[in-house]
């Protein structure tokens, strides 16, 4: 089992950057895809980015490559998410996701563990 803990929201400027970070309890991290959603007011949690266990397989939405980054670090039991060029439309409560499974994706369904979130709100 494992518990995640979010840290690292904020209020930023239109193209401004945030670093949330995920540290992670338990001593079997690096068992974990980890990933990370995003749920904005009055919509559904969407997925933003997922690094697989050992870090060499990375996945981004359409709406963050080339913004986001998304990084690890198993002795530290932490997971990360870099937002660059933020954006109104970025602005929404981050959570990050645990999965067992090698073959976890995009849906919030393959993932075990969840942390309580993070908000993120962009202003223009």
């Known amino acids: ?10 209020l930023v400027q239109a ?8 540290a992670a309890s338990g001593r079997t991290f690096d068992n974990y895809a980890m990933a990370w959603f995003r749920q904005a007011p009055g919509k559904e949690r969407e997925f933003v980015a997922r690094i697989s266990r050992s870090g060499g397989i990375i996945r981004y939405a359409d709406s963050v490559r080339g913004r ?16 660059n060029s933020l954006k109104p439309e970025d602005t ?27 908000q993120v709100t962009v202003s223009s």
């Not at 986001?68 to 937002?83: G, H």
């Not at 499974?101 to 369904?109: D, I, L, R």
């Open 68 to 83: 986001f980054i998304i990084s690890r670090d198993n002795a530290e039991k932490t997971v990360y998410l870099l937002m």
């Open 15 to 22: 193209g401004g950057s945030l670093r949330l970070s995920c």
């Open 92 to 118: 929404a409560v981050y959570s990050c996701a645990a999965a067992i499974s090698a073959y976890s994706g995009t849906s919030t369904n393959d993932y075990d563990y969840w942390g309580q979130g993070t």
């Open 1 to 10: 089992q494992v518990q995640l803990v979010e840290s690292g929201g904020g």
